[in-house]
């Protein structure tokens, strides 16, 4: 959906809204973000950003952006609410073991050893990664594992016998080197697994998850949502619209796919009178249905003011103002003020109102008009 309409209409305001109450109020469910000239895909989607490691030094790495952050927790959410309790069990008591090993070594000094006898130890562990060193080889470079590879080994109830059994299980035509560390956890994860008791399961309902973004229009879009033009489509949401993102041979697993689940509402906001409307993708249009916000409307934003004359009074004076707007040959609806801008009278006159908020834009709609003459 994207809200479209003059300036001052309150679009932003209204998203906002529409996203409290598809989430119950759960803000934890909300994502907001506001587009500029500058935006890219590295911000939106992910990218190489700079992160620090041990030894103090900075390198780049693959940062997720804030809509695939976002998406993850909708995704997350939308497949446990599809899991049987019988797999939400498995899922619990492979998440304990993994938590009560990892919270029990001591990082950088615990030592373990491949199959083939070679030490190393876990030097750090965050959401997606383990870490690993040498201590026998410290000029090796560290080695980072993924987390989720090892989950779903844990997860399989599957036996590993060596590290290509693990190759087969991720169905991979050739031996990885980080195979033979994920082997070696595994087995001692293994060795103190246990079975979670049933008060720990606690089935997910489906929630809805909304992502809002102000001033759409003012982002060039393409270079923003790239491939994901096809994921945000209503008719290919889920699996049916997976697409390999621009970095995927940086991923962990090349193979992983993207995609944006049913439970994910995307919100947009537009100001009709910004000139980058006319360069709005066209191929981003037709995958969303606009609203029209119209100047008169939602007029109860100004129940806040909390001064039935004073509200009145605005009512009246906005009125009046558009009227004359509507007048002007060369301007239209779209050029009309909204009530938003009459919620600063909690803290300013009409006279202030005027003269640093609706005559400077107003004496814009001038400058704009002989700009385009000119």
Same mark, same amino acid.
Request: glycine fraction near 6%.
């Given at each position: ?12 305001? !209204?998203?906002?809204?529409? /996203?409290?109450?598809?989430t119950g109020g =759960? ?11 500058? #935006?890219? %895909? ?5 990218? !190489? ?12 790495? @693959?940062?997720?952006? &804030?809509?695939?952050?976002? +998406? ?31 919270? =029990?070594?001591?990082? $950088?000094?615990? &030592?373990?050893?491949?199959? *083939? ?34 989950r779903k080994m !844990? ?23 980080? #195979? ?24 997910? /309902? ?40 621009? #970095? ?15 439970? +994910?509402?995307?919100? $947009? ?5 910004? *000139? ?11 995958r969303f249905r ?8 939602? @007029? ?9 004359? !004073? ?9 009046? @103002?558009?009227?004359?707007? /509507? ?11 909204? /009530?938003? #801008? ?14 640093? %908020?609706?005559?400077? @834009? ?11 003459? $000119?």
């Amino acid at each position: 959906l994207i809200l479209r309409g003059a300036p001052g209409t309150g679009k932003t305001y !209204l998203a906002k809204e529409i /996203a409290m109450e598809l989430t119950g109020g =759960n803000e934890d469910q909300i994502e907001f973000v506001q587009f500029h000239p500058s #935006y890219d %895909y590295t911000d939106f989607v992910e990218g !190489l950003r700079p992160i620090l490691v041990n030894d103090g030094q900075i390198n780049f790495g @693959l940062q997720d952006g &804030i809509f695939k952050k976002f +998406v993850a927790r909708a995704r997350k959410n939308f497949e446990d609410s599809q899991k049987s309790e019988e797999l939400l069990e498995k899922e619990v008591s492979v998440q304990e073991s993994m938590t009560e090993f990892f919270s =029990n070594i001591e990082v $950088g000094v615990d &030592i373990f050893k491949t199959r *083939r006898g070679r030490k190393f130890t876990i030097t750090s562990v965050d959401d997606k990664h383990i870490i690993i060193s040498f201590p026998e080889n410290p000029s090796d470079k560290d080695l980072r594992l993924n987390l989720d590879e090892l989950r779903k080994m !844990l997860e399989s109830g599957q036996k590993f016998d060596k590290p290509k059994d693990v190759t087969a299980f991720f169905r991979k035509p050739f031996n990885s080197r980080t #195979y033979s560390y994920d082997f070696a956890l595994y087995k001692e994860i293994q060795a103190k697994k246990r079975v979670a008791t049933k008060a720990d399961i606690r089935p997910e /309902a489906l929630k809805k998850y909304v992502f809002i973004i102000d001033e759409i229009n003012r982002g060039e879009i393409s270079k923003i949502f790239g491939e994901l033009f096809f994921a945000v489509d209503p008719g290919y949401r889920g699996r049916a619209g997976e697409i390999s993102t621009q #970095y995927a041979n940086l991923h962990a697993d090349p193979d992983e796919k993207f995609y944006i689940p049913e439970n +994910v509402y995307i919100i $947009g906001t537009m100001n009709d009178i910004d *000139r980058s409307v006319d360069s709005f993708d066209f191929a981003m249009r037709r995958r969303f249905r606009f609203v029209e916000l119209r100047a008169d409307e939602h @007029l109860e934003l100004l129940t806040s003011l909390e001064n039935k004359e !004073l509200e009145d009074d605005a009512i009246q004076r906005m009125a009046a @103002l558009n009227a004359e707007i /509507a007048n002007v040959e060369d301007l239209n609806e779209n050029y009309q003020i909204g /009530a938003s #801008y009459f919620l600063k009278l909690k803290t300013l006159d009409f006279d202030q109102l005027w003269t640093d %908020y609706l005559q400077p @834009l107003l004496q814009e709609y001038v400058r704009g008009m002989h700009d385009e003459e $000119g």
